[in-house]
Structures are given as structure tokens and as C-alpha cells.
């Protein structure tokens, strides 16, 4: 009897590390790939409050399956990349975000891909110019309107095609 209790403690303890290191997996970031960022320290301050930034990323999720619109920045009139972050920040927290790309890869500040948190931008780019942006929402996931396609999307950093972009994370 105590051989076969001590086999299932063992398969149990096995169980939960293997579990454990499936979590962590499934929740760690891709890694930016720009060598010359600088990052600030893990405590990076927001202006959005941690229920502002439930909010962000609530209503983001819910966008998605919203048609896809150059220059559009309302759920009505559709909406592409540097509008949808627009809108969402602003009805849900409060804070104007620059209206283009360009501008996003400076508003807020530099987060490392290991104090990322819900909420923060995603900066793609390519030869240092950004190129795409969209909405961390958890789990390795960001909400974004990618003309390829037509609507806003929830997608995997990890992704193939994603993992393989340079991306910067910033708060605001």
C-alpha cells in the first residue's frame, strides 16, 4: 500500500511541474527584437489605472470581427490600426493616443517583453520605422486591424508571421 501511495504522490507532483511549465509557455512573450532598446525599470508608471486598463482590453476584445477601414476609428465606419487604438483608449480610458503609427512608436514608455500587462501598446516594425500597432490583451495575445483580411483580429504574438516582426511594447 505505501509503495503504490508514494507511485501517485510521484505522479502528482509530476503532473503539476508539468503543468506549471505548460502555463508558462503558453503565457511567455515574444521576445523584441530590436538590440538597441532600452527598457525601464519592471514598475513602469501608466496613465491608465489597472481598471482602466481591464477596460482597454475588454472592450478591444470585444471589437474584434469589426470591419477593417483605412482610416476609420469608429465601430460604424470600421477601422485600421492606429484608429482602433484610438478609440478604444479613448472610450475606455480616458487618454488621447497619437492618430498614426509613426507617432504610436513614441507615446508612453519603453516596457520589457517580461512587464508587459493588458492594456499596453504592441509596436511592430521593420529597419526601425514602425509599421503596425495593436493592444496587448494577455496571454501572449494582441488585438489589432490588419488590412490583410478585413477585420480586427485577435492574434498570437507567437504566430509564425508575428514572432518573426520586430516589436516594442509601450504603456501609456
Known amino acids: 500500500m505505501r509503495i503504490a501511495t508514494d507511485s501517485r504522490l510521484i505522479t502528482l507532483r509530476a503532473a503539476a511541474i508539468a503543468a506549471v511549465l505548460v502555463l508558462a509557455a503558453c503565457s511567455s512573450v515574444a521576445p523584441?527584437?530590436?538590440p538597441a532598446a532600452?527598457?525601464?525599470?519592471r514598475d513602469v508608471p501608466s496613465r491608465?489605472?489597472?481598471e482602466q486598463a481591464?477596460?482597454?482590453t475588454i472592450y478591444a476584445i470585444s471589437l474584434v470581427g469589426t470591419p477593417y477601414r483605412h482610416g476609420g476609428n469608429t465601430p460604424e465606419a470600421g477601422f485600421d490600426c492606429s484608429g482602433l487604438i484610438g478609440h478604444v483608449y479613448k472610450t475606455r480610458g480616458a487618454v488621447a493616443m497619437p492618430r498614426t503609427v509613426a507617432r504610436?512608436?513614441?507615446a508612453g514608455q519603453?516596457?520589457?517583453p517580461d512587464s508587459i500587462r493588458s492594456g499596453d501598446l504592441v509596436?511592430?516594425?521593420q529597419r526601425g520605422e514602425a509599421t503596425h500597432a495593436g493592444i496587448y490583451v494577455g496571454g501572449n495575445r494582441f488585438v489589432h486591424a490588419p488590412s490583410t483580411g478585413g477585420e480586427v483580429r485577435l492574434e498570437s504574438l507567437s504566430s509564425k508571421y508575428w514572432s518573426a516582426q520586430q516589436v516594442a511594447f509601450r504603456r501609456p
Request: charged letters at 20%.
Open 32 to 34: 523584441v527584437r530590436d
Open 38 to 41: 532600452q527598457f525601464t525599470p
Open 48 to 50: 491608465l489605472s489597472p
Open 54 to 56: 481591464n477596460d482597454v
Open 104 to 106: 504610436l512608436q513614441d
Open 110 to 112: 519603453s516596457v520589457s
Open 123 to 125: 509596436i511592430f516594425g
